[in-house]
């Protein structure tokens, strides 16, 4: 029987966070069984020692609550490792900085379709129009489930969600590891780049 992880999620059933969203594409390519609960269905969670939550602080004191398990210490990062591990964010987006400027490239430089459609088009080794049709096509077809508020996931790229807030939505990218090793971001991925 498979282990099961709840993770918090917003009323459409879209995880609360990126980190929410990490732990549950995390936990279900790991073979989990993964399900989703918001604040209002937290309670009726048929919780037992063994079974993974994910959520904040609060949503983690109640369900060890609800389990009989004793509170854990408060959370108090000392001041000094708070600022470390701000630098240590901000080192990151550095080296990705220099990253990108190694290549060449910069956050002005876009590849156009038409760059696109060739290199599609040699790696698929079929000609430019049947390329351009396949690209329109995923294009369109990822444009419809993100307008139906669907999560896209391209294992090896990255994943896309999004998620209704009060006047407005808000869409999200996590980008896969294989994606996060390229550019020289903090990466688990082992494989070629």
């Given at each position: 029987m498979k282990r099961i992880v709840y993770v918090h999620s917003d009323a459409v059933g879209i995880p609360y966070s990126n980190g929410a969203y990490d732990a549950w594409a995390g936990f279900k390519e790991l073979g989990y069984d993964v399900r989703l609960y918001t604040?209002?269905?937290m309670d009726s969670l048929p919780l037992a020692h063994g079974m993974?939550?994910?959520g904040g602080?609060?949503?983690i004191q109640r369900?060890?609550?609800r389990i009989g398990a004793p509170p854990p210490p408060e959370?108090?990062?000392p001041e000094i490792l708070d600022k470390m591990s701000f630098s240590l964010l901000h080192e990151e987006y550095r080296q990705y900085g220099r990253?990108?400027?190694r290549k060449g490239a910069s956050m002005a430089q876009r590849t156009q379709k038409s760059e696109i459609i060739e290199r599609l088009a040699q790696q698929m080794e079929t000609d430019e129009e049947t390329a351009a049709r396949w690209l329109d096509g995923v294009?369109?077809?990822l444009y419809e489930a993100i307008k139906a508020g669907e999560s896209v996931t391209l294992p090896g790229f990255g994943s896309f969600f999004v998620r209704p807030e009060s006047a407005t939505w808000v869409f999200k990218f996590n980008p896969a590891q294989r994606l996060r090793a390229a550019l020289g971001?903090?990466?688990t991925y082992k494989g070629s780049r």
């Open positions: 604040l209002d269905t993974i939550v994910v602080i609060p949503q369900a060890l609550a959370l108090n990062v990253t990108v400027q294009t369109e077809t971001w903090s990466s």
